[in-house]
């Protein structure tokens, strides 16, 4: 038993997608919270489907795919609230056109490049996908993200709770809406390559949500998401290891199924 | 787990907050109010700045420390004069003064109670977290709360809730959410206090306590509260009517400070 839990640790790759999901987990956990929270789910779907157009865009003109991906998510959340300013528009169906005109963008551009085999990663996400220097680019993303939610976690909390009074007070929430998409669209990027363009934004509901059924407090519910994005995460990658046919990202987002359906089953009714 | 890790990670999150600039929400306003709280010249609005207007012309003031009951029936304008008065909605006409100052959003002299308060529904929020949130006002951008605790607790206290501080805010009655919310209010430290309508769908006991808070302790506060109830009317020392788009002026404060009546 310990050595089919040890065997994987012996390949470099398996190590760095092992920090690779314990450092994007525990971004898309807190940021999670607030996207749970404040019922942000399918502003997060849509940004993380967009970065599908920005990462093969990327890959066809030569340039990095972080940048492409980030330059992608941050033109899906510009477009849906330029679409959703004008008066009577939805911000739910600014949100759905956005979501599909970049996913559809996405392949199209994937036409355009020679194989959709090079592609299957991206979508789903691959546990021999992330390198050494993926691996900064995702510290140096937790590391930002974190301090963010850390330093603004008491206007985040108000603005979230009752926005009327953050305003009232001063505390932008219109600033912190777009600081906080922002944060999204930033750890989205960096569970691209583990998790793919289709499954990264349960990263971000599945723990969170766990979280919401056990914690009485913000910092709380962040904690149990973290919790449960290691344990999914974790089990997901040697599931995926284990039997190659499941995706790294399928393996997590149904790894991180289990504890939310625990926690729905058993934790007390508050 | 030794406590070496909490604290460790306390430590990097307050040089976090170290390397950080304190920034105000707005620019701080002392509380010394003297003469008038209110001054409102032909003053009018309505509850979009492009709609048509509740009232016009509106000219009153309401000197500090004056307990003012604002009347008047549905969709005569209340709610939207005391948006108007905290700043949420710019006067289509006229001018006003609030503490000294034309209303806008970041002062923290005036509070601001609404008659639906849109809080997010399942918010993982302890109760004694929502009236700290009425310090913000004295922290700033990039601060964790570290003051005004004693305000806090006082408040807890006045309005019958330190037994209740750690329950979760979506398991509270209306009532004990109300009294919350002005809590809330008075830990702000504000001059004005505005209230739309606070007793609506209140227990009689909830309703006691928060009259006792606002009435009886003789705080250093203005209030000017939108009410239905004429049973109220005699607690206080002024009655503004809004009707047919123009404000009425009954029982006129007296000219003394009502602060140390």
């Known amino acids: 038993m ?7 640790l012996s390949e470099p790759f398996f190590v760095r997608a092992l920090l690779a999901v314990a450092l994007g987990g525990v971004t898309c956990a807190c940021l999670g919270a607030y996207v749970v929270l404040r019922r942000m789910a399918f502003v997060s779907t849509a940004l993380t489907h967009s970065i599908l157009p920005g990462v093969v865009g990327a890959m066809l003109l030569g340039f990095s795919p972080y940048l492409g991906a980030l330059a992608a998510a941050l033109l899906t959340a510009g477009g849906a609230a330029w679409l959703a300013s004008r008066k009577g528009a939805s911000e739910d169906s600014a949100i759905g056109v956005m979501l599909s005109v970049m996913f559809a963008a996405g392949v199209a551009l994937m036409q355009q490049a020679n194989s959709w085999r090079d592609f299957a990663g991206l979508l789903f996400g691959s546990v021999v996908a992330v390198g050494a220097a993926d691996l900064w680019v995702i510290a140096a993303t937790a590391v930002g993200v974190l301090f963010g ?10 603005a979230s709770f009752d926005e009327e009074y953050a305003s009232l007070l001063g505390a932008r929430p219109g600033l912190m809406r777009m600081v906080l998409l922002a944060l999204v669209a930033l750890g989205a990027v960096s569970c ?15 723990p969170a949500a766990t979280g919401v059924l056990l914690g ?8 149990w998401g973290v919790a449960c994005a290691l344990a999914g995460g974790v089990s997901g990658l040697y599931l995926s290891y284990y039997l190659p046919a499941v995706p790294s990202g399928a393996g997590i987002v149904l790894c991180c199924a289990v504890p939310y359906l625990l926690a729905r089953l058993f934790a007390p009714r508050r | 787990m030794s406590p070496f890790w909490p604290r460790l990670g306390r430590q990097i999150g307050d040089a976090a907050f170290a390397l950080l600039p304190t920034l105000r929400y707005a620019r701080p306003e002392k509380n010394d109010c003297s003469g008038e709280a209110v001054v409102a010249r032909g003053l009018a609005a ?33 709610s939207t004069l005391l948006r108007v008065l905290a700043g949420l909605v710019p006067p289509q006409a006229g001018e006003v003064l609030v503490a000294g100052a034309p209303p ?11 008659q639906r308060p849109q809080l997010t529904e399942g918010f993982p929020l302890l109760l004694r977290r929502l009236v700290q949130m009425g310090t913000y006002a004295h922290h700033g951008w990039f601060e964790e709360c570290r003051h005004g605790e004693a305000a806090v607790d006082q408040a807890l206290a006045q309005l019958g809730l330190t037994e209740l501080a750690d329950r979760p805010v979506h398991a509270l009655s209306g009532g004990q959410l109300q009294r919350a919310l002005i809590a809330r209010a008075f830990v702000q430290g504000a001059e004005v206090l505005l209230l739309d309508e606070p007793y609506a769908a209140l227990d009689a006991a909830s ?37 047919g788009g123009a404000v009425l002026t009954k029982h006129a404060c007296s000219g003394h400070d009502h602060r140390h009546a």
């Open chain 1, 2 to 8: 310990l050595d089919l839990l040890l065997e994987p």
């Open chain 1, 149 to 158: 939610l850390r330093v603004l976690h008491k206007e985040l909390e108000l």
């Open chain 1, 192 to 206: 691209v390559r583990l998790v793919g363009a289709l499954l990264t934004t349960a990263l971000f509901v599945i």
């Open chain 1, 216 to 223: 009485r407090t913000v910092p709380q519910v962040m904690a």
């Open chain 2, 46 to 78: 309505g509850a979009r700045v492009d709609g048509p207007a509740a009232f016009r012309a509106a000219d009153f003031s309401i000197p500090c420390g004056c307990r003012t009951a604002l009347i008047g029936p549905n969709g005569s304008g209340k």
């Open chain 2, 104 to 114: 806008a959003l970041g002062r923290s002299r005036i509070a601001y109670l609404s």
């Open chain 2, 207 to 243: 309703r006691e306590i928060i009259e006792r808070f606002l009435f009886d302790q003789g705080h250093a506060f203005t209030v000017l509260m939108a009410t239905h109830d004429p049973a109220d009317l005699a607690r206080f020392d002024r009655i503004l009517e809004l009707r």
